[in-house]
């Protein structure tokens, strides 16, 4: 009777999600490994996941883990200016410029990188003002750059938020502290700021490395089909050679490197909390 009453009544609120968690997440997790382990007779093989080591797909893996690298540097080192720059601004101002930086994430994501495909293109706005300028056009559509500029644009505001929520709670007297005892811009960054913000900075590393590296409708768009992410095998593997076996193991491929990284980083992360506190 005390276990029965020490329940909360209101956890039955949390049904729905429990329901949303079986019915989208579990399910269809399911339904990939059953597909990932079996051949298209039905029986046991491990074929469709080792199949990540054919020539093909391991280059493509390469890519797009190259792809997801760059990115994530790239975020990296825009993201740190930016947000010690917002940093600067009064309170009123800092909420302006974060709704500014997120205000892109409301329009349609295909709009967007459709955009820059006519930014980018070889008779795009890019080029018509480098023209202008008398420079020679860049030959940058359907190119690796191309989607290398489409990743970290969208990708971009998921490293500035988290690194920007964990440098607002830096205490302000830590700062002073430090100027008083003679330490510079760059000694307080590289000694406070910057070992700070290490939560922030690998939340932001997850959030950005992952999406980036399992991305397909970015390269689709900006690498004209010529380039091939990981993602674009699995998602041709399912929509036009319907070999929904093969298109699962690689995804469960796919997802046990992510996991592995996400892993990796989560340590770090409690580890760099740790000796933040410290």
Same mark, same amino acid.
């Given at each position: 009777?005390?276990?029965?009453?020490?329940?909360?009544?209101?956890?039955?609120?949390?049904?729905? @999600?429990?329901?949303?968690?079986?019915?989208?997440?579990?399910?269809?997790?399911?339904?990939?490994?059953?597909?990932?382990?079996?051949?298209?007779?039905?029986?046991?093989?491990?074929?469709?996941?080792?199949?990540?080591?054919?020539?093909?797909?391991?280059?493509?893996?390469?890519?797009?883990?190259?792809?997801?690298?760059?990115?994530?540097?790239?975020?990296?080192?825009?993201? @740190?200016?930016?947000?010690?720059?917002?940093?600067?601004?009064?309170?009123?101002?800092?909420?302006?410029?974060?709704?500014?930086?997120?205000?892109?994430?409301?329009?349609?994501?295909?709009?967007?990188?459709?955009?820059?495909?006519? /930014?980018?293109?070889?008779?795009?706005?890019?080029?018509?003002?480098?023209?202008?300028?008398?420079?020679?056009?860049?030959?940058?559509?359907?190119?690796?750059?191309?989607?290398?500029?489409?990743? =970290? @644009?969208? @990708?971009?505001?998921?490293?500035?938020?988290?690194?920007?929520?964990?440098?607002?709670?830096?205490?302000?007297?830590?700062?002073?502290?430090?100027?008083?005892?003679?330490?510079?811009?760059?000694?307080?960054?590289?000694?406070? /700021?910057?070992?700070?913000?290490?939560?922030?900075?690998?939340?932001?590393?997850?959030?950005?490395?992952?999406?980036?590296?399992?991305?397909? =409708?970015?390269?689709?768009?900006?690498?004209?089909?010529?380039?091939?992410?990981?993602?674009?095998?699995?998602?041709?593997?399912?929509?036009?050679?319907?070999?929904?076996?093969?298109?699962?193991?690689?995804?469960?491929?796919?997802?046990?490197?992510?996991?592995?990284?996400?892993?990796?980083?989560?340590?770090?992360?409690?580890?760099?909390?740790?000796?933040?506190?410290?």
């Amino acid at each position: 009777m005390n276990k029965l009453k020490s329940v909360n009544p209101r956890s039955w609120l949390s049904s729905p @999600y429990v329901l949303w968690v079986i019915g989208f997440t579990l399910i269809p997790m399911i339904v990939i490994f059953r597909y990932a382990l079996t051949g298209r007779d039905g029986g046991f093989t491990l074929d469709n996941i080792l199949a990540i080591a054919d020539p093909i797909h391991m280059k493509a893996m390469i890519f797009s883990l190259e792809i997801a690298l760059g990115c994530t540097f790239v975020c990296i080192l825009l993201s @740190y200016p930016l947000v010690m720059a917002l940093r600067r601004l009064n309170m009123g101002k800092q909420g302006f410029m974060i709704f500014v930086l997120i205000l892109p994430m409301w329009m349609n994501f295909i709009l967007r990188i459709l955009a820059w495909q006519m /930014i980018l293109s070889s008779n795009g706005i890019l080029n018509f003002l480098l023209q202008k300028v008398g420079i020679e056009p860049l030959a940058i559509a359907n190119t690796g750059t191309a989607i290398m500029i489409g990743v =970290v @644009y969208d @990708y971009l505001p998921f490293m500035v938020l988290p690194i920007f929520n964990a440098i607002s709670e830096i205490d302000e007297d830590i700062i002073e502290a430090a100027k008083d005892l003679g330490a510079g811009s760059l000694t307080i960054f590289r000694k406070i /700021i910057f070992p700070l913000s290490v939560p922030g900075l690998l939340s932001g590393i997850v959030m950005v490395f992952v999406p980036s590296m399992t991305s397909f =409708v970015i390269s689709d768009i900006l690498g004209g089909g010529k380039l091939q992410l990981i993602g674009n095998i699995i998602e041709q593997e399912f929509t036009k050679s319907v070999n929904w076996n093969l298109g699962s193991g690689l995804s469960v491929s796919l997802m046990i490197f992510v996991l592995i990284s996400m892993a990796f980083t989560t340590k770090n992360e409690v580890e760099g909390k740790g000796s933040a506190i410290w």
